[in-house]
């Protein structure tokens, strides 16, 4: 089955370019494109794609603020796609809601496998880049009630090596278990713990001091 694509980026050339590396990969479908956040959000509505990427910097609204209104539609996963490795872009991207946080600069194969991995609902966030955020954005997941239930030690384990931004297929590895278990554990994890994705879960075992 294709993933379905939806590209945003003020740029048309980028945007082309983009596009022309989509067109050669047989599970990848670029269903619309929009030169600006509004528009991007009106054709996330239209065509409900698996995976929006968005420019941060556009007209009439931005990515970041376009990320938020689309991802109340839960099948919409977004990466944001910008030319600048700042702390702040990717903190907002987060609050947002975004599933990833990916530079321009990205090889195009790499490109492809984010978006992948986004359909998948894999976090997308470099692991040092998670690290250095960590203990500054903790404030981007609000408190779980005491509580909560407790998570199994196998969901703990799990909830650890979400927090190294490790896959489900290294988790997997890492477990020597399949990766439809990983899976499972993974979503205990977030209801549980009342987390919108695996994004919000590393910064969430960060923030609890879970891990170093």
Partial sequence: MSITVLLADDHAMFRSGLRAVLDTQPDLTCVAEAADGAAAVDQARRHAPDVAVLDVRMPRMDGLA??????????????????YDLDEYVYRALRAGASGFLLKSLPPEEMISAIRVAARGDALIDPSVTRRLAARF????????????????????????????LSNAEIAARLTIGEETVKTHVSRVLAKLSLRDRVHAVVYAHRHGLVP
């Fill in 66 to 83: 376009a990320t938020a209104a689309i991802v109340a539609n839960d099948h919409t996963k977004v990466l944001i796609l910008t030319t």
């Fill in 138 to 165: 903790t404030d981007s997941i609000r408190p779980t009630d005491a509580t909560h239930p407790r998570l199994t030690t196998r969901e703990h384990e799990v909830l650890l090596l979400l927090a190294e931004a």
